[in-house]
Structures are given as C-alpha cells and as structure tokens.
C-alpha cells in the first residue's frame, strides 16, 4: 500500500540518519524492509525468528550480505545486488538526499 511505502521511505531515512549519512542507500532500504518485515507476525521475506532468541554475528557484515541478498531477491530486484552499501542512483527512484535539516 502507499501508507506502506511512505513508512519505508522513512524508516530508511532514520537509518540513513542513525548512520550519519545525508543520503539514503541501499543498506538502508534493506534494513527498513528487514525491520518491518519482522514488525510482521511471521517475517515472510527472510524466516520467522524469535528476537528473544537472536545473538549478535560474529560477523555482521557476512550476515547483512546474506539477508541483503534475501530481500533484494525476495523483492524481485535482484539487479540491485551488484551495488552493494553504495548509494542508489537517481535513475532507480531510491535517492533521497536528507539535506542539511534532516528532511
């Protein structure tokens, strides 16, 4: 729904922001998709997983490859891999550039 997409435009934005960036990228996008996926009862993109019984990785960044790369393709944009934690151009729709007061 709209109210959906607008919801993960800003938790994308906070993210972008919580990492101390001015634009968004595709690491945020993945990362807002992840956590209202798993807002949802039943995660569907990426397996239902209890929080309570979650540990942290050894290593964080294999694991943000591996469930970039479930969302991505989950999501039908898997030519979006190659692009990694860059930005994401103009010309994919997803380059919102926070400006200097956050919004």
């Known amino acids: 729904t709209i109210r959906m997409l607008e919801s993960l ?24 998709v992840l956590v209202l996926d798993s807002s949802m009862t039943g995660s569907s993109l990426v397996g239902w997983s209890n929080a309570l019984h979650t ?35 103009e010309a994919d729709g997803m380059d919102y550039d926070l400006g200097a007061d956050g919004n």
């Not at 938790?11 to 945020?28: E, F, K, W, Y």
């Not at 990785?57 to 989950?74: I, K």
């Open 55 to 89: 540990h942290f990785p050894e290593d964080p960044d294999a694991e943000y490859e591996v469930s970039q790369r479930q969302v991505l393709l989950g999501l039908g944009v898997g030519h979006l891999l190659s692009g990694g934690r860059e930005g994401v151009s």
């Open 9 to 32: 435009v800003r938790v994308s934005q906070a993210h972008a922001r919580l990492c101390a960036r001015s634009s968004v990228t595709l690491q945020d996008a993945v990362m807002a």
